[in-house]
């Protein structure tokens, strides 16, 4: 899986939280990503019910060019996963950003689909080069519409910017929307505009074919040599003695 653009998809929805809509959302978002004309260049791979230990594992792992998290965030600017009992576990800014700079070997973006991720993303955007995260509380529907339109731009060829703008202007026509435009955050020196899929390297050209095999003559053998001598003698014989006894040169 080197060769794709590899999203880890964490989702948590504790029991003792507002129920979401994960599984529609990973549906979707997934179902974008196979209609797209570069669909070969990405994989997702999903972490539900995510702990913080299953959190480690996904970025240690699966070494992931997207981080996308959905499910809760606190007025504490917190995202919310969960304990070994299904509980809520918040997890604070400084420690989601410290966690991530360990293992960010092909991390570009960051995107959280939850209330209050603001926090959240600027403290990654001290390690990443794009992030988005809002101030307020999200709609469930809105996060839903914004993640596969989100994902059908990238999937599409588009820049980071315009995947991101084009599904924040989607769910604001839709009258659900979810993002402003400042909660996008872009690194100095970062290309928001640059095509996403060329965050992958080229893949080396193939080598050229080797040439033809030269065909060498093959050396007559002895027993032709030996045709061809007696065939001579043969022929040196019946000229000598042909005419009036006068020998005949060739």
Not at 41 to 64: K, T, Y
Not at 111 to 116: G, I, N, Q
Not at 159 to 188: C, H, Y
Not at 210 to 221: H, L, M
């Amino acid at each position: 899986m080197s060769n794709k653009i590899k999203i880890l998809y964490l989702a948590a929805n504790p029991i003792d939280t507002g129920h979401l809509q994960l599984q529609e959302e990973a549906r979707d978002l997934e179902e974008r990503i196979r209609q797209g004309p570069h669909r070969e260049a990405f994989a997702v791979i999903h972490f539900l019910a995510v702990r913080p230990r299953d959190l480690l594992r996904g970025l240690q792992e699966v070494r992931p060019h997207i981080l996308h998290f959905s499910g809760h965030g606190n007025e504490d600017n917190e995202i919310v996963l969960q304990d070994e009992q299904g509980l809520s576990c918040p997890v604070a800014p400084r420690d989601l950003a410290e966690l991530v700079n360990l293992f960010k070997t092909n991390l570009k973006l960051a995107l959280l689909v939850s209330c209050f991720g603001r926090k959240q993303a600027r403290a990654l955007h001290q390690v990443l080069d794009f992030t988005v995260g809002m101030t307020k509380p999200i709609s469930d529907a809105g996060a839903v519409s914004f993640s596969a339109a989100f994902y059908q731009v990238l999937v599409a060829g588009g820049s980071v910017r315009q995947a991101f703008e084009g599904a924040r202007l989607l769910t604001r026509i839709e009258g659900r929307p979810v993002f402003e435009k400042s909660d996008l955050l872009i690194r100095d020196g970062a290309d928001a505009d640059k095509p996403f899929v060329e965050v992958l390297p080229p893949l080396p050209e193939a080598p050229p074919p080797p040439p033809p095999p030269v065909e060498t003559p093959k050396p007559p053998s002895r027993h032709n040599e030996a045709v061809t001598t007696l065939t001579n003698s043969s022929a040196d014989k019946v000229l000598t003695m042909a005419g009036d006894g006068n020998t005949v040169h060739n």
